[in-house]
């Protein structure tokens, strides 16, 4: 039986007579998705069907931003006019024209229990609508750029704002002012998600690393690495296990305490614009041009986190911990010991709710084009089939339990098309840190390959030969010489094409090399991503001490600090000779630059030396902490580990 894939290509199909700007999937069931196109139309989708369910017309101008409402009965567009237009998609009817901004919307969110819906601009600011007084009650000023995305909280008291100004607010809508900013992130914010129980907020940044905060210290708790790419999207698993987090072409599932990351996926969706969870499969929705693509990715193929129980005081079934009568009520606790959101609807009315968020005199709206009347708003149903059964009966009392979505099917995995994607250094190292599991060297010597299962190159008995008896030996059935040869041959061509495809790229960086150069080739070599290739060439770079310069080590520090992660002795080896030539060469070149950086005048190539051991340093100081973990390991390998922590040390001398 053909195994089954842990990700794959749902769909692909034209969305939009013209460019699609903008997706969002419906965080409810993650069945139903949203796009908005450059025709000025929002289109309806249930995921895995190709055809529109229905068509909203009424825009102006080119929809930039779209979002489904928290039950999934209403969905917001906004234009590049600045206007925003809210659905009602179980009617087919226009609820809502709200005009304010002066540029684009770039970010949307609806309230968790109220009529409002925020909204971030290209304008810069931040504007929070009362869908049913028609108007802007608070617009919130602090961006100096555009405004990527925003967040209600669990329980609706703040809003999170992600900026291209590199900054993350955070929002009090009681206060109506900012009550934090946090400046870590050293490029434009692209999207920030609340933890949905715990006082925890996540950032992902085109920066390429993910933050996490803690929001009653307002202190940070962990940051990821540097990813391949830019995060683009990140959303925490439902229960709160772990975040994931969309790049160009990857997904990587991240946790906070520590900062780490679990496990990573090779996609090729592109630039991806959203992802959700449905059942037991992840959801992620890219486009390009006219067209949307749809990934799924099983969820019980993820690596995550250990799910957190509550904490209790009785530990009998059914029990629940209580206060004693002479103590406080304390605010409800999360299993980590952080505070956890309160996300009961209080018992009170929508009018009263409104009353407690900050509002400001109204003003007159900005002048825009969209027509006052709602007669140009028109909801098209395209599919009225699966309208009524995706959007329409949602109101109505079911005398039995909902029908449980089933899960998309898994194509089987084709191995003679695709090969197994493997997981970059980076994530190794990541899991070989985290104190879940100690990490496992595979020795040099050993007399088989690693992670390969000899069977698969030997004769398959065929089933007949299994005997029904367990105490009989099972009949041996006669293969032809021609069967024999067939199936070894299947796993010599496997073998012979990963040799050959490595063979190629050592000739490709020989010719480079021959040349004269050297930094070239290494350059070519770092940009084939194969470790491997990596490793045939620090061996010669080893042999040859004289080689190695300042722009050679900038190159090859990242190179050298995922081979020291590798489970492979023999690259560990490897890294670790590669890494004694730099700090015998340059550790006191490095040390005496960074600490005297250039003082005035101009002097170029100073300044250029500087920046060189700057780098260096930084790569450096990242090693020191890999090196550090892995120094209790025993053997010859734990003694050179030793040995290069002690050479480390001395950059602080």
Avoid at 220 to 238: Q, Y
Wanted: charged share 25%; proline share 6%; net charge neutral.
């Amino acid at each position: 039986m053909a195994a089954t894939k842990r990700a794959w290509k749902l769909q692909e199909f034209v969305a939009h007579g013209s460019n699609v700007n903008c997706l969002a999937l419906g965080y409810k069931s993650g069945r139903v998705m949203v796009t908005g196109g450059e025709d000025k139309k929002v289109n309806m989708w249930a995921v895995g069907k190709p055809n529109c369910i229905m068509s909203l017309s009424g825009h102006t101008s080119p929809v930039d931003c779209v979002r489904f409402g928290n039950a999934e009965e209403l969905v917001v567009a906004g234009s590049r006019s600045g206007s925003l237009k809210i659905w009602d998609l179980e009617a087919a009817k226009i609820v809502r024209t709200l005009t304010g901004h002066k540029s684009n919307i770039r970010s949307l969110d609806f309230h968790p229990y109220g009529e409002f819906v925020a909204s971030g601009s290209m304008d810069t600011n931040i504007k929070l609508w009362d869908v049913r007084r028609k108007g802007c009650i608070f617009t919130y000023k602090g961006h100096t750029d555009a405004v990527n995305c925003i967040r209600f909280s669990p329980d609706g008291r703040w809003i999170a704002s992600a900026g291209e100004d590199s900054s993350l607010k955070m929002w009090d809508l009681t206060a109506g002012k900012m009550i934090q900013e946090f400046k870590d992130h050293t490029g434009p914010v692209t999207g920030v998600e609340f933890h949905p129980n715990e006082f925890l907020l996540a950032s992902g940044s085109a920066d390429r690393t993910v933050k996490f905060w803690d929001l009653e210290t307002f202190q940070l708790v962990s940051s990821t690495g540097g990813e391949s790419g830019a995060v683009r999207c990140i959303f925490f698993h439902p229960e709160g296990k772990c975040l994931f987090g969309g790049s160009q072409d990857a997904l990587r599932v991240f946790a906070w305490e520590p900062g780490r990351c679990l496990d990573a996926f090779s996609m090729g969706w592109g630039k991806v614009a959203d992802i959700s969870v449905a059942s037991t499969q992840l959801i992620g929705a890219s486009f390009s041009q006219t067209n949307v693509s749809v990934y799924i990715v099983d969820l019980n193929t993820v690596t995550c986190s250990p799910s957190r129980m509550q904490r209790t005081q009785m530990t009998g079934p059914g029990m629940v911990s209580q206060p004693a009568p002479s103590e406080p009520v304390k605010p409800p606790m999360s299993a980590s010991g952080r505070r956890m959101f309160i996300t009961e609807r209080p018992p009170t009315s929508s009018t009263k709710k409104a009353s407690e968020m900050k509002t400001e005199p109204e003003e007159e709206p900005a002048p825009s084009n969209e027509p006052e009347d709602d007669s140009s708003n028109v909801a098209q149903i395209e599919n009225a089939e699966d309208y009524r059964e995706v959007f329409q009966g949602r109101a109505k009392i079911e005398r039995t339990p909902p029908r449980k979505l089933e899960p998309f099917p898994a194509p089987p995995e084709d191995h003679s098309k695709t090969k197994p994607y493997k997981q970059p250094a980076k994530e190794q190292r990541a899991k070989q840190e985290a104190p879940v599991k100690p990490a496992t060297i595979v020795p040099a010597d050993r007399n088989k390959p690693a992670d390969l299962n000899m069977d698969e190159f030997l004769p398959k008995r065929p089933d007949s030969a299994v005997s029904a008896d367990p105490r009989r030996p099972p009949a041996v059935q006669e293969q032809s010489e021609e069967d024999v040869l067939t199936g070894l041959h299947k796993g010599h061509q496997s073998m012979c094409a990963v040799l050959g495809n490595r063979h190629r790229s050592l000739e490709i960086v020989r010719a480079l090399w021959t040349s004269g150069d050297i930094k070239t080739s290494v350059d070519s070599a770092v940009g084939m991503k194969d470790l491997a290739v990596m490793v045939d060439l620090l061996n010669v770079l080893i042999l040859k001490h004289s080689l190695w310069t300042l722009d050679l080590c900038t190159v090859l520090l990242p190179q050298i600090q995922e081979l020291l992660a590798s489970k492979y002795e023999g690259y560990c080896h490897t890294a670790c000779n590669a890494l004694k030539i730099i700090l015998r060469s340059f550790s006191s070149i490095i040390k005496t630059n960074v600490k005297a950086p250039p003082m005035g005048g101009v002097d170029i190539s100073r300044e250029e030396r500087y920046k060189k051991c700057k780098v260096c340093h930084g790569h450096l100081m990242s090693i020191r902490g890999l090196v550090e973990k892995k120094q209790s390991m025993s053997g010859k390998l734990g003694s050179t580990f030793r040995e290069l922590q002690i050479m480390l040390n001395g950059l602080d001398d």
